[in-house]
């Protein structure tokens, strides 16, 4: 069974820096698209950035750009998203999502077939 598996989430000071893995099972990251999304308490879900895994190709939100980073680990299978300068305003629920046979990524939720459970990122003040 095709999975995603959220990992890293956790409680980080103001400031501080954290690193979200996105790991595939089941299937490999061959000419995927993969997404990384948040969604904080009462608010809709907000596209971060996403990257190419046939070449690597990343785009993020503008929001995003200078303080996250995404990168692939074809070997294990896994994307990551390295957070820093965190704010209490990052705060949310951590999601990826990918979606096959893609040569190109985006940050439009509906594109994406396949979810992870999302992972808890608190930041404190």
């Known amino acids: 069974e095709a999975q995603l598996v959220e990992s890293g989430g956790g409680l980080v000071q103001a400031g501080g820096s954290l690193s979200l893995s996105c790991a595939a099972s089941?299937?490999?990251?061959?000419?995927?698209?993969i997404g990384w999304f948040r969604q904080a308490p009462g608010k809709a879900l907000e596209g971060l950035g996403c990257?190419?895994?046939?070449?690597?190709?990343?785009y993020y939100s503008d929001a995003m750009k200078g303080r996250f980073a995404l990168s692939i680990d074809s070997a294990k299978n896994t994307v990551r998203l390295q957070m820093s300068s965190l704010k209490s305003e990052d705060t949310a629920v951590y999601f990826c999502?990918?979606?096959?046979?893609?040569?190109?990524?985006?940050?439009?939720?509906?594109?994406?077939?396949?979810w992870g459970q999302g992972t808890q990122v608190t930041v404190s003040s």
């Open positions: 089941g299937f490999t990251f061959d000419d995927h698209a």
């Open positions: 990257i190419v895994s046939s070449d690597a190709f990343t």
């Open positions: 999502a990918t979606e096959p046979l893609r040569s190109h990524c985006t940050t439009v939720a509906r594109v994406y077939s396949y």
